[in-house]
T-cell receptor, first 114, second 111 residues
Framework: SAVISQKPSRDICQRGTSLTIQCQVDSQVTMMFWYRQQPGQSLTLIATANQGSEATYESGFVIDKFPISRPNLTFSTLTVSNMSPEDSSIYLC???????????FGSGTQLSVL | QKEVEQNSGPLSVPEGAIASLNCTYSDRGSQSFFWYRQYSGKSPELIMFIYSNGDKEDGRFTAQLNKASQYVSLLIRDSQPSDSATYLCAVLMDSNYQLIWGAGTKLIIKP
């Protein structure tokens, strides 16, 4: 499976600031996804990062709050903008292999907003 | 009704016994089913996937799928303390080709 590097691994941020999370894959992948996992809960898909086009956002997530870049087939960033304590969560980058159903995850970014 | 349901647990199983984890889903047309293991503070890791009715075995792990009853199970034989983790069930919904996640079952293997 692909090796996925995600950074930062954790950060503590002030309310109103922004944080950009980076995801680097060691091979070219078509589909990359950004998930959020709040404490004790399951995974919620934020958006699908498409190379060369706008990301596709899920219900409840908007581009102004979570802008995503996908400049090539091995890299993507997710920015959490104008943060509030409600954004405190683990953010996970994932890639799909095979027919696009099997997901593999980066190590995650634990974000705390004060 | 949630689309993918799991008992949150914790499920406590003695070392060496069989741990049985269950997952039910709502979309009858779903074709692909996945089990992920997530250790505390770590990201999910794919451990099993199953597409056809019946059993699929991989080492100490067996995935069981019953499409008529709309449930998928994960059995862990000879449970080890290192199996203690949260197990997430994920189902690829036929209706919109989206991967839907259960809330996870926390498994504790007691030495």
């Amino acid at each position: 499976s692909a090796v996925i590097s995600q950074k930062p691994s954790r950060d503590i941020c002030q309310r109103g600031t922004s944080l950009t999370i980076q995801c680097q894959v060691d091979s070219q992948v078509t589909m990359m996804f950004w998930y959020r996992q709040q404490p004790g809960q399951s995974l919620t898909l934020i958006a699908t990062a498409n190379q060369g086009s706008e990301a596709t956002y899920e219900s409840g997530f908007v581009i102004d709050k979570f802008p995503i870049s996908r400049p090539n087939l091995t890299f993507s960033t997710l920015t959490v903008s104008n943060m509030s304590p409600e954004d405190s969560s683990i953010y996970l980058c994932s890639v799909a292999e095979g027919s696009g159903e099997k997901l593999f995850f980066g190590s995650g970014t634990q974000l705390s907003v004060l | 009704q949630k689309e993918v349901e799991q008992n949150s647990g914790p499920l406590s199983v003695p070392e060496g016994a069989i741990a049985s984890l269950n997952c039910t889903y709502s979309d009858r047309g779903s074709q692909s089913f996945f089990w992920y293991r997530q250790y505390s503070g770590k990201s999910p890791e794919l451990i099993m996937f199953i597409y056809s009715n019946g059993d699929k075995e991989d080492g100490r792990f067996t995935a069981q799928l019953n499409k008529a009853s709309q449930y998928v199970s994960l059995l862990i034989r000879d449970s080890q303390p290192s199996d203690s983790a949260t197990y997430l069930c994920a189902v690829l919904m036929d209706s919109n080709y989206q991967l839907i996640w259960g809330a996870g079952t926390k498994l504790i293997i007691k030495p």
